[in-house]
């Protein structure tokens, strides 16, 4: 859509004569899909709201060449009944803080001069000048960053083992193999500021010493894959990838590596078997990727918005970054908010913040005045968050303690016409097609909770069924090798815990 209203505005620009004095520059994503495709005009900065081809034609005649707004392009707040010019303004930014998503939507992409121009590998610079190896650690031990991709292990710690780890080879990887259903958060990232993640793992090359890194991408992200193809390749010119970086001694590169979209090659060891060409399936550990990783060499793996952090830490201070979030989960934490909600999009909050706000404050609330019913987080992985649980401020402790988990960020609404026993096995179905089946617990006790679901769902469970499914559930947790298995019954335990009555209704209905 955004493609098509480009060339639109080019043909729109030729025909007025204002090619040269016009550039339109195709940025990452704003964060506000449920309003996309968006234009902002500079130098005012009002922004103009699903935009489309046909109104290219009113947008250059009237904005550009007679400097007066487009009424109808603009956004009407449905609260304040007030018009909101800049986007920023809009209540859907208002509780958020932009830190892995700072650039996204304001840079091009495609430019490394626009990412230095804001402050881009200033930090690496700073680091590779100015720090030790120990104090990029004890930098981002105080900032209290945690890895973002599921499990929020402390980041210097998982580097500090890759670091004291005696090796002549070291690797950094991204796993950017984004495969939650739902979940869109990295695929924003690399497609809006490729730099910020290059940048950062350049920084933790020299930390642990590694000279090679890796970016391990979804296929199916084209867009992502050639903004970093680019910024791969700008990155190499202006020396900031190669040998000898700002006239050091510190060596690193990186390479992409393009996953076939198996969801399980997101667990860092099977992505690992993947980049090393063989069928991608899960290790058991330890050891530990950070002493014996790819070809058996230590190596960190960190998610994409874990590394969009890495930089601005850097430059801001760990104070600064610890300044947001609870007291055991530091900084800000993305999540691609879809299902039942007025304003489906990406967003980065404060961690602390909780679903409430999410919901109503930057959600803009549940469509057609329904109720609120549940959110699941972390995908197949995680778990539902209940009404009950509604004013708890989100993050990695209380997440777990009531019985979802944080995941990587997907956040699906759900509205009083959910059934929760659907939305449960819609999880199991997701998790049974894609494990890899090396371990008995996932391959085959998956599959028997999901036959006891879809006997509940067609009418033929007992109460006996429901014990059954729990014990199960544990079994799969306790006993199955890599974390696909075990946080799969995650989604049937969190709603057998808030929503059994519905378990109930199903079997009872029948009777
Ligand atoms: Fe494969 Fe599932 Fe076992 Fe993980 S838990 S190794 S995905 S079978």
Redesign the pocket.
């Known amino acids: 859509k955004s493609g098509e209203f480009v060339d639109a505005l080019k043909e729109e620009l030729a025909k007025n004569k204002l090619t040269d004095q016009v550039n339109i520059v195709k940025t990452g994503c704003f964060g506000l899909c449920a309003q996309g495709p968006i234009v902002i005009i500079y130098p005012e900065g009002v922004f103009y709201h699903q935009v489309q081809p046909k109104h290219a034609k009113k947008i250059v005649s009237d904005h550009l060449v007679k400097g007066k707004l487009v009424e109808k392009l603009l956004y009407h707040d449905n609260d304040s009944k007030e018009i909101i010019n800049k986007l920023m303004d809009t209540p859907f930014y208002h509780k958020q803080k932009r830190v892995a998503l700072r650039n996204c939507g304001r840079i091009d992409p495609e430019k490394i001069e626009e990412y230095i121009a804001f402050n881009g590998y200033q930090a690496l610079a700073k680091v590779v000048n100015e720090y030790s190896r120990d104090e990029v650690l004890e930098t981002l031990k105080a900032s209290g960053l945690r890895g973002r991709g599921g499990a929020g292990f402390p980041t210097f710690m998982k580097w500090s083992f890759a670091k004291a780890s005696i090796s002549d080879q070291k690797y950094v990887i991204c796993n950017a193999d984004e495969g939650d259903p739902g979940a869109f958060m990295d695929r924003s990232v690399l497609e809006g500021d490729p730099h910020a993640v290059i940048e950062a793992m350049a920084i933790a090359g020299y930390t642990i010493g590694a000279s090679q890194g890796y970016i391990y991408v979804r296929a199916e992200y084209p867009i992502a894959v050639n903004r970093l193809k680019i910024a791969i390749k700008q990155a190499r010119e202006q020396g900031v990838l190669g040998n000898h970086i700002f006239g050091s001694d510190f060596s690193f590169d990186l390479d992409l590596r393009l996953g076939a979209g198996a969801f ?1 090659c997101g667990e860092e060891t099977a992505l690992l078997e993947s980049i090393e060409g063989h069928r991608g ?2 290790r058991p550990r330890p050891p530990f990727p950070a002493v014996k990783g790819l070809f058996g060499k230590p190596t960190i793996v960190n998610n994409v918005e874990t590394l969009a952090n890495i930089s601005q830490i850097i430059l801001k201070g760990p104070e600064w970054f610890a300044s947001f979030g609870s007291e055991k989960s530091k900084g800000t934490k993305v999540f691609a908010l879809g299902g039942k909600i007025q304003n489906t999009g990406l967003v980065e909050i404060p961690m602390g913040t909780t679903l409430r706000e999410i919901v109503e404050d930057i959600g803009g609330g549940i469509p057609n005045g329904k109720r609120f019913k549940a959110a699941q987080t972390g995908g197949p992985s995680g778990g539902c968050i209940s009404q009950v649980n509604y004013d708890v401020p989100i993050d990695y402790e209380n997440l777990k303690e009531i019985g979802s988990m944080m995941g990587s960020g997907g956040l699906i609404v759900m509205d009083e016409d959910n059934c929760m026993v659907d939305i449960a096995k819609f999880f199991l179905e997701f998790t049974v097609e894609e ?5 008995v617990p ?2 085959v006790g998956t599959k028997r909770l999901l036959e006891l679901l879809e006997k509940i769902t067609m009418g033929n469970g007992t109460l006996e069924d429901l014990d059954k499914m729990e014990e199960l559930c544990h079994h799969i947790q306790e006993n ?3 974390g ?2 075990q946080t799969a019954p995650n989604p049937v335990l969190s709603t057998l815990r808030y929503f059994k009555d519905e378990y109930v209704a199903h079997i009872e209905e029948r009777r």
């Open positions: 399980v399936e899960p494990s890899c089946g090396k371990c996932c391959r199955s090798l890599c696909l298995g």
